[in-house]
């Protein structure tokens, strides 16, 4: 089991596998909302062991549609965690078990800021991979 939890711990899930793949998302939606690395997990692996109702969705304006979950008690970034979707990122950040993968590419580098090096090898697109 891969624990997950939020900053101040009202939030708390587990997954019953690994995340399938890790990327990094360097626009500026993605770091605004502190979740530009990311881990895609299977719905069906989320377990949720306390505090969904605390968990809050922004949507963001057209074009723009990916939609943004949060702690609403610290604000920590949870990515797509309430998706209906089979599959679906969710924020590393919030998970606390160890697990294999490493960063499989970086996403939107045109948009990185000046202040961030990229140091892995990872493959880097302009936008979407
Ligand atoms: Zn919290
Ligand atoms: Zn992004």
Partial sequence: MIQGSCCCGAVRFELASEPSMMGTCHCSRCRKAGASTIVFVKKEDLNWLQGKEHVALYRPAP??????CFCKVCGTSLGE???ED???PIAANAL???FGLRNQFHEFVSEKPHWYDICDDAPQSVGHP
Avoid: N, Q, W
């Fill in 63 to 68: 074009p723009y549609k990916y939609g943004r």
């Fill in 81 to 83: 965690i309430l998706s």
């Fill in 86 to 88: 089979a599959s679906f």
């Fill in 96 to 98: 606390d078990t160890k």
